[in-house]
């Protein structure tokens, strides 16, 4: 997990980042044989029962993230690179804590149409008490808000045009309502690998 947090993208990047701080690491670990090769790593990691290892990895997460009062964003992702012998891509939707760049846990899923089923998942699965949840508009649904809310949380939801009913209420009420006083606000950002206005 260390080397991955570091930036190590596969097996070999994880067993050079051993070498480089096997010193550091011999002082919490026992490494009678050595920093494992990355054969190894790939092995003991194939074994691994994922659902056990995503319940650990909350766990874990749990004691170094603070999720209280934190901006978390649910989002959806088709993995690319993962379409493998005639098998169909999947998709994994996440939730990311802004104030320590770690994902807080994450459920695959089918296909991007089945991100509004993983979301209430997550929300049930984190301590989300007091946190601000942004979700795109493919999480704009009334039972995804009302989960939020049993959760004792707040929502930052996108609506766009193929809600038509909302967009067009929502954009009235900004319209006509917002036009009494004029209210402003511009934030400039990067993230995801663009620029965010």
Not at 108 to 137: V, Y
Not at 162 to 182: G, P, S, V
């Amino acid at each position: 997990v260390a080397a991955v947090i570091c930036g190590a993208q596969d097996w070999e990047d994880i067993e050079y980042f051993g070498y480089c701080k096997e010193s550091f690491l011999r002082k919490y670990l026992l490494l009678p044989n050595g920093i494992p090769s990355h054969d190894t790593f790939n092995r003991f990691f194939s074994n691994l029962d994922p659902q056990v290892m995503e319940n650990q990895f909350r766990i874990w997460v749990k004691t170094i993230c603070s999720e209280h009062s934190e901006l978390v964003s649910i989002d959806g992702k088709t993995i690319c690179g993962a379409k493998r012998g005639g098998k169909s891509l999947f998709h994994m939707v996440s939730a990311f804590c802004h104030a320590n760049g770690v994902s807080l846990a994450q459920v695959k899923t089918g296909e991007k149409s089945n991100e509004i089923t993983a979301i209430p998942e997550l929300i049930k699965a984190l301590n989300l008490e007091g946190c601000i949840i942004s979700i795109d508009a493919m999480g704009c649904q009334h039972a995804i808000a009302d989960e939020i809310i049993q959760a004792k949380a707040h929502y930052i939801l996108a609506v766009k045009n193929n809600q038509q009913e909302l967009y067009k209420a929502l954009e009235d009420t900004f319209r006509f309502e917002c036009a009494k006083e004029r209210v402003s606000s511009h934030e400039l950002d990067f993230g995801h690998g663009r620029i965010e206005n």
